[in-house]
């Protein structure tokens, strides 16, 4: 398999000739599936550290919960919540992604060691965003938002939602480039759950090709989410979070196969043999190899 990968990113990532795993660091007090675990700085460090030893690529540090439904932190609160953990990760020797919505949080956490800015607006949320990264030239993650947590839900109004996921990307990309963001820096990511009821998640993950046609490498984020926790729903309702990390490792396998450049996890160690299962698979068929 022939990964896009975007750049600048540390060599040894840029050489990886698979999809990535980012490990999911959440500092905060109520994310949908592990709020509260991680909270306190220490406990936070030591998860990042526990995920790079089970084979996480990068570390993604989030200090804000975008479960649905979720209100705003303070900016204060929040860089709060992640400097401290991205510095000591990063000074661990971690590529560390912060997952903020803020142009001034995002621009903290790069001088506090940060190489990665995943936002989850694709820039959407604040106008001063592309400019940081712009300026900083670093990796950015643009997902597909429609607008915040506490509304998202009532946004899901699709003629094709692939067709039109794929095309606000591209204008989100658009946008990035037109701001100054050069090409390269930017990854996409159809932004599964966000505004996006269940049965719309399938077809996003089943067309990824639709995405990947952009030019641009795709991050995906299905760990523990809603659509698949109704997937294997049984009489007592939906799984629970915690019971939805085999499917998704399943989604990290069949992602990694279509060629997903990333998967955004939280239980790291399934999807770090599932990428090297799909690189394998890829390998063996375009490479002809049969011994
Ligand atoms: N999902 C969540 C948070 N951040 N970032 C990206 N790029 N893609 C995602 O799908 C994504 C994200 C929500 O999950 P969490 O609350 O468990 O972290």
Same mark, same amino acid.
């Given at each position: 398999m022939s990964v896009l990968h975007p750049a600048p990113l540390r060599a040894d990532l840029a050489a990886a000739d698979r999809t990535l795993v980012m490990g999911v660091v959440n500092v905060t007090p109520? *994310?949908? *599936?592990? /709020? /509260?675990?991680?909270?306190?700085p220490d406990a936070a460090i030591a998860h990042g550290l526990a995920l790079i030893e089970q084979g996480a690529d990068l570390v993604d540090v989030g200090g804000e919960s975008t479960r649905p439904g979720a209100e705003r932190v303070e900016p204060d609160e929040e860089r709060a919540r992640v400097l401290p953990v991205i510095s000591a990760l990063a000074a661990a020797g971690a590529v560390v992604s912060v997952d903020t919505t803020r142009a001034a949080v995002a621009a903290d956490a790069l001088e506090a060691g940060a190489s990665v800015v995943n936002d989850v607006s694709g820039g959407l949320a604040d106008p001063a965003m592309l400019g940081v990264v712009a300026d900083a030239g670093v990796v950015y993650v643009a997902m597909h938002w429609r607008g915040p947590s506490d509304v998202m839900d009532a946004l899901a109004d699709y003629d094709d939602v692939v067709v039109d996921v794929r095309d606000e990307l591209a204008a989100r990309l658009d946008a990035a480039v037109a701001a100054g963001v050069r090409v390269e820096q930017v990854v996409l990511d159809p932004g599964l759950g966000f505004a996006k009821p269940g049965s719309d998640n399938w077809p996003l993950l089943a067309h990824l090709d639709a995405l990947r046609a952009l030019g641009r490498p795709v991050l995906i984020g299905a760990s523990r989410k809603r659509f698949l926790g109704h997937l294997l729903a049984g009489p007592d309702g939906p799984a629970p979070p915690e019971a939805r990390d085999e499917a998704t490792v399943a989604v990290t396998a069949l992602a990694a196969e279509a060629g997903a450049w990333c998967v955004r996890v939280h239980e790291v160690a399934g999807s770090a043999d599932a990428v090297r299962v799909a690189a394998a698979w890829t390998a063996a068929r375009t490479g002809g190899g049969r011994g």
């Open positions: 109520d *994310s949908f *599936s592990d /709020g /509260g675990r991680w909270f306190e």
